[in-house]
């Protein structure tokens, strides 16, 4: 079975711009959620989709957004980017059906922001 | 609020026992979950604790007391590979996670 896959794996950005990242989970697996990592905060969690809904959401401004599609791919979307944005962004895939689940890290996206 | 704390670093030597505590206070509990991550890499599940007690898994083994918001992770003939970073990670309600700062372990020949 292929492992999450998340696309660009690199990126660098100007302030202001805006990104979006992809995220493709786990064949079957229809919970997706997307996490900021930084040295200084460590793995913060943005929000979550299943079934194209968004389930839950984190602490994040709305400048962060997200959606899912009826295949269960996920982007996430940032706007107006800040050099605080510079972060590895992961997404993480589980069948997501009933209760709290292991969760499948992708690789990440490495945003740079300047 | 939500707050998971763990020791920032720890060092021990190649075939020993180490043992990462985790404390956690969060509005809801659903279990708690440890993530081993190598640098530059994804995490990846460790084990998963709901409820009170011992799992053991390999030379991995987690402990929780609910009562008191405390887990362990018990790493046994600890290898040179074993090096990484440990996420303690308490799902609150349904599929919200929070992670712990993270225990960065190195192991010593």
């Known amino acids: 079975k292929a492992g999450v896959t998340q696309t660009p794996r690199y990126l660098i950005k100007t302030r202001g711009q805006q990104v979006t990242l992809s995220c493709s989970p786990i064949?079957?697996?229809?919970?997706v959620s997307w996490y900021q990592q930084t040295p200084g905060q460590g793995l913060q969690f943005l929000f979550e989709?299943?079934?194209?809904?968004?389930?839950n959401k984190g602490n994040f401004p709305g400048r962060f957004s997200g959606r899912q599609f009826s295949n269960s791919r996920s982007e996430m979307n940032v706007s107006t980017l800040e050099l605080g944005d510079s972060a590895l962004y992961l997404c993480?895939?589980?069948?997501?059906?009933?209760?709290?689940?292991?969760?499948?890290f992708g690789p990440g996206t490495r945003l740079t922001v300047t | 609020g939500q707050n998971i704390d763990q020791p920032t670093e720890m060092t021990a030597t190649e075939g020993a026992i180490v043992q990462i505590n985790c404390t956690y206070q969060?509005?809801?509990?659903?279990?708690l979950f440890w993530y081993q991550q190598h640098a530059g890499e994804a995490p990846t599940f460790l084990s998963y604790?709901?409820?009170?007690g011992l799992e053991e898994k390999g030379r991995f083994s987690s402990f929780l007391s609910r009562s008191k918001g405390y887990s362990y992770l018990l790493l046994k003939e600890l290898q040179m590979k074993d090096s990484a970073s440990y996420l303690c990670?308490?799902?609150?309600?349904?599929?919200?996670?929070?992670f712990g700062p993270g225990t960065r372990l190195s192991v010593l020949p």
């Open positions: 993480a895939s589980s069948p997501g059906t009933s209760g709290p689940m292991e969760q499948y």
């Open positions: 064949s079957g697996h229809r919970s």
């Open positions: 989709y299943f079934s194209e809904t968004q389930r």
């Open positions: 969060t509005s809801g509990f659903n279990g």
């Open positions: 604790n709901v409820l009170d």
């Open positions: 990670a308490v799902a609150d309600y349904g599929q919200n996670f929070v």
